[in-house]
């Protein structure tokens, strides 16, 4: 079973639409959540969130992170061509201790920007 | 600035043939992550290192292994290649120190390997 789920799986939209990407995780040694945009290679960071409620935005992107209800979405308003590309979301997580380290990515969502 | 280094770009080697990769974190990060990216797919987690001894292992095959040097840098070793093994390679670093800061992950631009 995926432990960090996004929704949707892809979307296509007009340039200047408002999207909203949703990501979904588990509560297990969770530390904190991030979000990456991926075109031809490596993902690109977005957004790191730790706390609950506290929006972080960049330029037309924001996104915030809610614990209670264990997701967080990615919003990019006046889209742009140049924002089609993969979107993925990733949760960070530790054991206890504090010393062991991963980072589980759910399987991204697909924007297509179309002019 | 200065970003997280992988070498090769690209790769392609034969059936049951080893391959190496490279990965140069950032300077003073102290952790590395290794990611396969299959077409498609989303990036899967093989195996991480934290001030050179491993420290979190995920799907990494037993025909894999890795290393991190005394520099952090790290090498990711294959072998008997399969053609399954075709993919795209991605290294990221952190900096962790001491305690748990909210470090952030930086990914390289990954190497691609073609197994023909």
């Known amino acids: 079973e995926d432990k960090v789920v996004q929704s949707p799986l892809s979307l296509v939209v007009h340039e200047g639409d408002t999207v909203t990407l949703n990501c979904s995780y588990e509560?297990?040694?969770?530390?904190?959540l991030l979000w990456y945009k991926q075109e031809k290679k490596a993902p690109t960071f977005l957004f790191m969130l730790?706390?609950?409620?506290i929006e972080k935005k960049s330029g037309r992107l924001s996104s915030i992170l809610d614990k209670k209800e264990l997701s967080s979405i990615l919003n990019i308003t006046a889209t742009q061509t140049g924002d089609s590309a993969i979107y993925l979301c990733?949760?960070?997580?530790?054991?206890?201790?504090?010393?062991?380290?991963?980072?589980?990515f759910g399987k991204g969502t697909l924007l297509t920007v179309n002019p | 600035a200065a970003g997280v280094i992988q070498s090769p770009r690209h790769l392609i080697k034969e059936k049951r043939e080893t391959a190496t990769l490279k990965c140069y974190p950032i300077?003073?990060?102290?952790?590395v992550y290794w990611y396969q990216q299959g077409p498609g797919q989303d990036p899967q987690f093989l195996i991480s290192?934290?001030?050179?001894?491993?420290?979190d292992k995920g799907s990494i095959p037993d025909r894999f292994s890795a290393q991190q040097f005394s520099d952090y840098h790290s090498e990711l070793n294959m072998s008997s290649l399969e053609l399954g093994d075709s993919a795209l390679y991605f290294c990221a670093s952190s900096f962790r120190g001491g305690r748990y800061s909210g470090n952030t992950i930086y990914f390289g631009e990954g190497s691609w390997l073609t197994v023909v």
């Open positions: 730790t706390s609950s409620g």
């Open positions: 509560v297990t040694n969770f530390r904190s």
């Open positions: 990733a949760q960070l997580e530790a054991n206890s201790g504090g010393s062991n380290y991963k980072l589980t």
């Open positions: 300077p003073r990060h102290d952790t």
């Open positions: 290192f934290y001030e050179k001894m491993q420290s």
